[in-house]
């Protein structure tokens, strides 16, 4: 192909200005680099060209480079976006792109955060809770019910509207009691949801996950790769939904009237578990060092998340009377294929299987 | 399976960029005419609310929604369809009654909430660009807690809104009985925006089938809550366009009122 110097927006073989932030958490600064740029390219694919050759050291963290996995984001200039959607013709053809690291969370090094506050978020969210008596494959919900849910399920968990959500990006004070609009519209699917039965999703919202930090500014819907109404389809509907349950004198002496949406507590953890967590502890102080309790993994447990805790061992898989694992369902003494996780395994996990604990399972 | 990363845990550091954003687009833009755009209108209501004068068209029954119901002892009589019941102290607006709900209703807006947030508050003012306050509560405590009650202030507004047809309906006179003229067109326009602002209310989206559960089981709701989605979706530009379609009714009723140029009339 022939070499075309041109300084004209994705013309092939352009060198482009890039402005990347290189370090890790002890510090770091933005670094110059001059780099090629050919028709059709996104930023990802520039910052590939860049660690292929002038800095084959720097960390970024992708994969599919579709804008589904959710991976690449990053800033570019000062904007939270995924890189592989930033069109490289988007910018003028002499304009200096900045790249950064999310703000909002640790950097890890380069490019790279650690987002695990959103995984520790999302563990806090109470998960759908289908009727009792209804088997999996017995779900039977009309598309007109679950189409406002949907919507949500469009989320790949980027975590730009995290990143950009100012509450906790200008206030990281607010982390522990800011959920963050990800976990708003998880919230306000499982609410909408036909067939989730738990009547407390409004009070857990404005108590535990913090939606009234949220002042509606929209940030989240704009930075949305899915073009998810982050705002006006989620956030807005729960924080009415929360009126009716808090705020609404009117709708409040409804309920007690009709005695309409009573309102058990959330349990954040079944009672097993409360019992198992809670025997030989302090009152107050998580168990969640397992059977070790050494009191350096119980300190990290009481900040959420423990790394160091021992779970039960996990027992030998079922075999069969020769000793072996059945490997047909023809030989197997049961309908389906064994579960790759163990017979012992059920989901969802017991939560003292978990290095996690709830921050607010003693107020329950 | 190597890896060379760190396990997470501890508190770790946030990237040290010193740039407070790196935005390199207008983004102080949407702010600024934001606040030009509503300080700008405010100024105008307040003149106009404290004039107390050039509110009603004699001949033609033309009355400013400022101004609407007149319930001072100021107002003259053939203006004041709910009586005159309240002192004439010039601080009292001579629409004491509902104007505070109004502007509560434009207040606790969804809309008019992001709009001074951003720009008035700083709040943040554009995304990915720093807030202005070194605290932020949001909206858990006192005063902006209230922002809850915005569908009271709706209930009020949809009051209003019926007040405001019923004088746009009265205005179809002239002094031989029946009239029409560009007046009419001017306060029909304006309390047609006026319904597709207060419909299109995301507590009014909520109230009307937003709250439901199973839209299969409500037809008609479900049906009314896709009129007002589509109605929500245009919120802000109805937020805009009714706060220009009020400022220009006013003045318009001011400008006959005052004689400074007469009604266009179709008929009578």
Redesign the interface.
Known sequence: MAEQKSTGAGKSGTKRQFRIWRGDESGGDLQDYMVEVNEGEVVLDVIHRLQATDAPDLACRWNCKAGKCGSCSMEINGKPRLSCMTRMSTFEPDETVTVTPLRTFPVIRDLVTDVSFNYEKARETPAFAPPADLAPGDYRMQQVDVERSQEFRKCIECFLCQNVCHVIRDHEENKPAFSGPRFFIRAAELDMHPLDEKSDRKEYAQREQGLGYCNITKCCTEVCPEHIKITDNGIIPMKERVVDRRYDPLVWLGSKIFRRGETPQTSVTTPRSGSAAHSGSPAGVHSHAGGSHDPRAEAQAQRGVNWHREVPKPTAPAVDDRGKLPLTELTFDRAAAPSPFGDDVTFPLPPEHLNFAHPEQDKH | MTST???????????????K?????RWWFAPLITVVGLSAWVAYATVRVFMHKWYWVEDYHYLTPFYSPCVTDRCLPEAAHFGRFLPDWWIIPDAALTLPFLLLFRLTC?YY??AY??SFWL??PA??V??GHK??????RFP??GQ????YFFYAAAIISLINTWDAILAFHSPEGFGFGLGNIILLGNVVMLWAYTISC??C??IIG??L????KHPLR?RAWTGVSWL??RHMQLAWITLGTLALTDFYVMAVAAGWFNDLRFIN
């Open positions: 990363a760190t396990k997470p845990g501890g508190v770790r550091s946030r990237a040290a960029i010193a740039a954003t790196l935005r390199t687009d969804y909430r992001k947030y951003r709040s943040p995304c990915a720093p807030d605290a932020y509560s949001g909206e858990t902006l807690l809850n009650l915005h569908r995301h507590s989206r909520h937003g709250r559960k199973h839209f299969s479900y929500n979706v």
